[in-house]
C-alpha cells in the first residue's frame, strides 16, 4: 500500500483538522463513570452533526464514503487530538456494518440512524460463562412463540450494557445442530424487564462490562439478523470488524501514550538512564511496528472487501505492548505512578484485561498460526 497522500486524501486530512480545533471536546470527567459515558454521547453526538460520526460508512447511511486510507487518516487525527472515543463505538464499529451486510433494508432504516446520533447505544452479548474465546459453545438459548423468539440464558463481559439500549445477541435456536451451525444472532431490545443487568467492578473500581441475566426475553422474528440458523457467519462479520477497526484507533492511543512516558522521562531525568533509554526504544519500534501492521490490514481489506484474520495480529501485538508501556511507566516514573488518581496507576490496572477482552492473546496465536502462517492444527 502507498502511503503518501494523494490531494484528496490530504484535503480531507485538513478538513478534519480544521473541524477538529473549532470543535474541541475538552477534558473527559475521571473518576465518575456515568458523566464521562454522557460526555463521549454528547461528542458523539457533536460527530454526528458535523458529519464525522462514521466517515468510513456509506453516504446513503450518513457516512462518508470514505476510502482506507481517509478511514486511516481519520483515526490518526482523532487520537492525535486526544479526542475520546464516541460513547456508541460498538454500534458504529460492529452493530452499524454488521447490519449493513447481513440486515433487512427494513432493519438498516430502522437501527442506522439512532447508531449514528448516539441515540440508541449498542452493547454486544457473545461472550458467556462457558464460551468465551470458543463463541461456538453458547447455551443461551432461543424457542419460538408465535412471532417471537423467547430468550433464556447468560451472558459476561458485557461492555456498556447499563446504557445499552439493543444488543448484538448470539443464541442458540437449534440444539441438535451441529455447534456451529444451531446459532442465530438477534438484535435484542435491552428495555425489557426479562433483561437484568449486573456490573462487573474492576480492579479499576469502574464496572465497564457487565453480566446480563435474560429470562425469557422475547425477540421479534424480524430482528434476526441473517436469518435462522446463520448466527455464525453474521458473527463473524461483527468479529473481523472488531479486530480491524478498533486496532487502528488503539495504535495510534499508544503512540500519544509514549510520548508521555517519554516527556515523563524527560522531565525527571530518567532519560539519560541507558537501560531506560533502550526500553523506550523498544516501545517506539513496537508501536512502529504496529502502526505499519494497522495499514496492511487496511490494505488485506482493499484487495479482498472485508477485514482478514491479520487483525489478530494486530489486537495480540497491541495488547502486550500497552502492558509493557504501562508496567515501564512505573519504572520510569517511580512510586508516584502508581498513586491513586495518577493516570499511570489507573492505565497499569486497566492493561491488565488487554490481554482478555476483544480475543484472549492464547485464541488469537492460534488463528495467527492456522489462518495466517498456514501452519498445521495439532
Known amino acids: 500500500m502507498d502511503l503518501t497522500f494523494s490531494d484528496q486524501e490530504i484535503e480531507f486530512r485538513d478538513e478534519l483538522r480544521g473541524w477538529l480545533d473549532a470543535n474541541r471536546p475538552g477534558e473527559e470527567p475521571r473518576g465518575d463513570q456515568d458523566a464521562a459515558f454522557e460526555f463521549r454521547k454528547q ?7 458535523g458529519g464525522w460520526a462514521a466517515v468510513h460508512w456509506p453516504q446513503e447511511y450518513g457516512g462518508r464514503d470514505a476510502s482506507l486510507m481517509q478511514s486511516a487518516i481519520f483515526f490518526e487525527e482523532m487520537g492525535k487530538a486526544d479526542a475520546p472515543l464516541p460513547a456508541n463505538a460498538l454500534g458504529l464499529i460492529l452493530a452499524g456494518p454488521t447490519i449493513m451486510a447481513w440486515g433487512t433494508e427494513e432493519q438498516k432504516e430502522r437501527f442506522l440512524l439512532p447508531i449514528l446520533s448516539a441515540e440508541e447505544i449498542w452493547c454486544q452479548g457473545f461472550s458467556e460463562p462457558e464460551a468465551g474465546s470458543d463463541l461456538a459453545a453458547v ?134 538512564d541507558p537501560v531506560v533509554a533502550e526500553a523506550l526504544g523498544e516501545m517506539h519500534v513496537r508501536t512502529e511496528t504496529l502502526r505499519f501492521l494497522a495499514y496492511r490490514g487496511l490494505s488485506i481489506i482493499e484487495q479482498h472487501g472485508q477485514p482478514g484474520p491479520e487483525g489478530s495480529l494486530t489486537k495480540w501485538l497491541w495488547s502486550e505492548t500497552n502492558q509493557m ?39 488469537l496465536k492460534n488463528i495467527v498460526a492456522e489462518r495466517v502462517l498456514g501452519l498445521p492444527r495439532k
Not at 43 to 49: A, D, H, K, M
Not at 340 to 353: P, Q, T, V
Open 43 to 49: 461528542w458523539q453526538r457533536s460527530l454526528f452533526e
Open 325 to 363: 508501556l504501562t508496567q515501564l511507566a512505573v519504572s520510569v516514573c517511580g512510586p508516584a505512578a502508581l498513586t491513586e488518581g495518577e493516570a499511570w496507576a489507573h492505565d497499569l490496572l486497566r492493561s491488565r484485561g488487554n490481554t482478555i477482552e476483544g480475543g484472549t492473546t492464547e485464541i
Open 139 to 272: 447455551k443461551t438459548k432461543a424457542v419460538r412463540d408465535g412471532d417471537d423468539w423467547v430468550v433464556t440464558g447468560q451472558k459476561v463481559w458485557t461492555s456498556a450494557a447499563q446504557y445499552s439500549k439493543w444488543c448484538m445477541l448470539v443464541v442458540r435456536t437449534d440444539p441438535d445442530a451441529a455447534k456451529h451451525k444451531g446459532l442465530s444472532y438477534f438484535l435484542m431490545d435491552m428495555e425489557q424487564d426479562a433483561v437484568q443487568v449486573r456490573p462487573l467492578v474492576q480492579i479499576t473500581g469502574e464496572a465497564e462490562f457487565n453480566e446480563l441475566f435474560i429470562e425469557e426475553a422475547r425477540v421479534p422474528k424480524e430482528n434476526v439478523l441473517g436469518g435462522e440458523g446463520d448466527g455464525w457467519n453474521v458473527a463473524l462479520t461483527t468479529l473481523m470488524n472488531e479486530r480491524s477497526g478498533l486496532g487502528f484507533f488503539l495504535q495510534t492511543r499508544l503512540r500519544l501514550l509514549l510520548d508521555r512516558l517519554v516527556e515523563d522521562a524527560k522531565a525527571n531525568g530518567r532519560i539519560e
